[in-house]
Each structure stands twice: as structure tokens, then as C-alpha cells.
């Protein structure tokens, strides 16, 4: 034990280089593949080991489980596939397809979350309503021994944002110009009739 006064230095945990763990996502799951599922309870030890979640020991209990039970239906099947029914087919190989790509899916959601570039999920400026700034808040400081606290000024109220001022509104055309617009659409429309009566 160890008495009043700064806590033992604990060792920073060193993290995986990325080609290390690249390596062993892929040895996992290619294990878990080329085994069909049987071995997918290799991947969930390693996950429940390097996370320490109860979370993933608890799955894989339940991998192990699901492991268990597909070698005890496979091996109540008749040895004569012509004697199988299809609805057993399928059940085993739902089975199996379950097991496989669940496990699957899970570890490498969990791995590649657990050795992510944070570790885990952290409060950030996405998880704040309309992504604004948050003004951090300083804890008052602690009143040294010996001397009476010092007061600190109430923080100033936030101003609210100044108005803009709403679009310019374009103005009407001047009247010269729509008469000259008029007189050129008289042309165009006079124009038209020629070359449309003349075919």
C-alpha cells in the first residue's frame, strides 16, 4: 500500500504499430472464414483480452455457445445427405452465416474503435447542437491557505449577434428602357409574322 502523497507511476500502455494490427485484423478474420465460424471464438478472445470490456467476455461466452450448439446439431443430422430435409440445410448454414459474419462484423467494429485515433468516443464540436463554440468555463481557483479568497468579477453577459441588414430590393426599371424593350419586341414579333407567313 502506499500512503499519502503522488500515486506510483503507472506504465503508458504502448499501442500496436498499424501494420501490426492491420496483420492481425486479417488473421483473425481469415481465420474465422477458412474455419467456418468453428474458430470465430479465436477473434472474441482477443477482443475481450485487449479491451477488458465485460461486454466481450460476455459474447464470447456466447460465440463459444453458439459454437457448441452448431457441432451438436450438425452432428444429430443423418450421415446420408439424401435423408437431410432442406429446412435442416438450412438451419445449419443460417446457422453458420450468423456466427460468421456477426463475429466478424463485432471485432473488427469493436478493434478498429478500441485502437482508433482516440481510443473510444469523445465529446467533440460535432456532438454540440447547430456545431457552435462553447466558451470554456474556468473553475474558480482555490483559496490558498492562509489568505482570505480573492473575488473574482462576474463574467460579462454574452452580446447578441448584430443584424444584418436585409437584401437590397432591385428598383423598377427606368420608363425609357421599357419602352425601347417594347419597340424591340414590335420588331421581333413583326419579323416573325413575315418569315412565317412567307413559308
Not at 482508433?116 to 469523445?122: A, E, V
Request: net charge neutral; charged share 15%.
Amino acid at each position: 500500500m502506499h500512503g499519502y502523497g503522488y500515486p506510483p507511476e503507472q506504465q503508458p500502455r504502448r499501442r500496436p504499430s498499424p501494420a501490426t494490427l492491420i496483420t492481425l485484423r486479417v488473421l483473425f478474420v481469415a481465420l474465422t472464414m477458412l474455419s467456418c465460424g468453428f474458430l470465430a471464438w479465436a477473434a472474441m478472445l482477443r477482443l475481450a483480452i485487449v479491451t477488458r470490456r465485460k461486454r466481450d467476455w460476455y459474447l464470447l461466452a456466447l460465440v463459444f455457445a453458439l459454437n457448441v450448439g452448431l457441432i451438436v446439431f450438425f452432428g444429430m443430422l443423418p450421415e446420408d445427405a439424401d435423408d437431410m430435409t432442406d429446412s435442416e440445410a438450412f438451419i445449419g448454414i443460417g446457422w453458420l452465416f450468423v456466427v460468421v459474419v456477426g463475429t466478424i462484423t463485432y471485432y473488427l467494429y469493436a478493434e478498429i474503435r478500441h485502437f482508433g485515433p482516440y481510443g473510444g468516443p469523445h465529446p467533440g464540436p460535432s456532438s454540440l447542437p447547430y456545431g457552435g463554440y462553447v466558451q470554456q468555463q474556468t473553475p474558480p481557483a482555490a483559496p490558498r491557505y492562509g489568505y482570505p479568497p480573492v473575488p473574482t468579477p462576474p463574467p460579462a453577459p454574452a452580446q447578441p449577434p448584430a443584424a444584418t441588414p436585409p437584401p437590397a430590393v432591385p428598383s423598377p426599371a427606368s420608363p425609357q428602357r421599357l419602352d425601347q424593350v417594347r419597340a424591340e419586341l414590335d420588331e421581333l414579333s413583326d419579323y416573325l409574322r413575315k418569315e412565317g407567313g412567307s413559308q
